[in-house]
C-alpha cells in the first residue's frame, strides 16, 4: 500500500518512513576508478549543483549559541539509516543534510537501480495500492494499516516485506523499514537485509560493519515493539500527531476494505499496538544481510549478524549525543581517512582543515612510516 498526496503536498518528513534501505552509493571497491569521475569541489567553499553554479556551504558554528542539530534541520524524529551513515562517516553525513539537493548523477543512477530492485522483491509478495492522502495523520495511518496487514501475513505465509518500524530510543524517535521478515524451516524469525552492489564483488569490512548496525538497530526497535516497550504517547509526543484528527475518506475506505472499523489515527494506533503484543510475534532470532549484484542479480554472498545489544546502545548513544546538540560531528580517524578519496566534500571538509585527518592522498602505511 502507498500513498500518494492529494489535497496538498506532504513532506518527506510527514510520510512517514522515509528510510533508505540501500548504500550503493559507498561502492567501495569503485574508489581507485571512480575518484577521477567525481565532481570534486574547488578550493572555494562550495561545491557544484546541478546547473553547475556553486553551492554555498554555512561553516560549522562551534559554541553554545546554535540550535541542536534536530531543531537546526526540523527533524522530529530520525531515520535508522541517517545513524547507520554516522557509523561510516558522521562529518560526510552532516554535509548531507546541509546540502540535501546536492548527490553526483552516477550515485543517483545507483540508488534508483538499488530501488527497483527492491520494489521488484516486494511485489513478489504482495500489491501495492495507492491511497491518497492530505495529512501528516492520513499518511501515518497508511503506514499502520500496513502494520496491520502485514503481521497475519507473516503468521500465514511466513514471509513479508518493508516492514516499518519505529521506537524511542535514548528520547529520540528512530524509524525505518526492514527488508524481509520470514520464518526459518526451524520456526525462527529471520531478519534479511538487500544490499545491491555496482560490481559483482563484497564490500570491505568499513562496509560490512555498518551494514550490520543497521540490522543491528532493527532488530533492537523491532523487538521493542512485539514487547510492548513502544507507547502511543511517545509517538504522539515527537511526530506531534492529532490522534482524533478523523481519516481522509481514502484512508477510510482503504480501512474499511482491510476490515478495520476505524475513524481516527487514534482508533487505528490502538489497533496496530494491541496487534503488535497480542499476535504472537517473537523477537528477531537471526540477522541476515545479502549482497548481490545490480546488473545480474547473482548472489555475492551473505553475512550472518551477531546481536550485540551492549555495544549496539553504546554506539547508539554516541551517535545522538550529536543530534542533541551535546558534542560536534566528527569525522573519520586517521586509520580510515582512505574514505575521503571518494568523499565529494573532502575538499571542504573542516574535519581534515582542522587535522582531524590527514592527506586522503597518503596510504595509512606511508604514515605510519613517518
Known amino acids: 500500500m502507498a500513498e500518494t498526496g492529494e489535497e496538498e503536498t506532504m513532506p518527506a518528513e510527514a510520510s512517514g518512513f522515509s528510510d533508505l534501505s540501500d548504500s550503493e552509493f559507498l561502492d567501495l571497491e569503485d574508489t581507485q576508478e571512480s575518484s577521477a569521475s567525481l565532481s570534486k569541489p574547488g578550493p572555494s567553499s562550495g561545491l557544484p549543483g546541478k546547473d553547475g553554479m556553486l553551492i554555498s556551504f554555512p561553516k560549522w558554528k562551534r559554541g553554545l549559541d546554535i540550535l541542536p542539530p534536530m531543531e537546526r534541520f526540523h527533524l522530529k524524529y530520525l531515520n535508522v539509516t ?97 527488508d524481509e521478515l520470514h520464518y526459518t524451516a526451524k520456526g525462527e524469525l529471520e531478519l534479511v ?66 476490515g478495520f472499523s476505524v475513524k481516527s489515527l487514534g482508533d487505528l494506533m490502538e489497533l496496530v499496538f494491541l496487534s503488535l503484543t497480542l499476535s504472537d510475534l517473537p523477537v528477531i532470532d537471526i540477522l541476515k544481510i545479502e549482497y548481490i549484484h545490480q546488473e545480474t542479480a547473482t548472489v555475492l554472498g551473505t553475512e550472518i549478524v551477531a546481536f550485540e545489544e551492549k555495544e549496539l546502545r553504546s554506539k547508539v548513544q554516541h551517535y545522538l549525543a550529536y543530534w542533541m546538540g551535546h558534542r560536534e560531528p566528527q569525522g573519520v580517524d586517521i586509520e580510515e581517512a582512505w574514505k575521503c578519496r571518494m568523499c565529494n566534500y573532502a575538499d571542504i571538509c573542516e574535519w581534515r582543515k582542522d587535522g582531524g585527518v590527514h592527506s586522503a592522498t597518503l596510504e595509512p602505511q606511508a604514515k605510519k612510516a613517518k
Not at 526497535?221 to 502511543?232: L, R
Open 193 to 258: 537485509e538487500l544490499k545491491t552492489r555496482r560490481r559483482p564483488v563484497l564490500p570491505l569490512e568499513a562496509q560490512k560493519k555498518k551494514d550490520c548496525f543497521q540490522v543491528s538497530l532493527y532488530k533492537y526497535i523491532f523487538d521493542a515493539m512485539v514487547q510492548g516497550k513502544v507507547t502511543t504517547a511517545s509517538l504522539l509526543h515527537h511526530v506531534k500527531l492529532h490522534p482524533e484528527k478523523p481519516l481522509g475518506p481514502s484512508v477510510l475506505r482503504h480501512a474499511q476494505q482491510g
Open 82 to 178: 541517517d545513524l547507520s551513515t554516522q557509523n561510516w562517516c558522521e562529518q560526510q553525513m552532516v554535509y548531507g543534510k546541509e546540502l540535501p539537493g546536492f548527490l553526483s548523477p552516477e550515485k543517483a543512477a545507483v540508488l534508483d537501480t538499488g530501488a527497483s530492485i527492491h520494489l521488484a522483491r516486494e511485489l513478489e509478495v504482495h500489491d501495492l495500492v495507492t491511497v491518497p492522502i492530505s495529512t501528516k495523520e492520513d499518511a501515518w495511518a497508511v503506514k499502520f494499516l500496513n502494520i496491520l496487514s502485514m503481521i497475519p501475513t507473516l503468521q500465514s505465509e511466513g514471509r513479508i516485506r518493508e516492514f516499518p518500524v519505529f521506537g524511542e530510543v535514548e528520547s529520540v524517535l528512530l524509524v525505518g523499514v526492514i
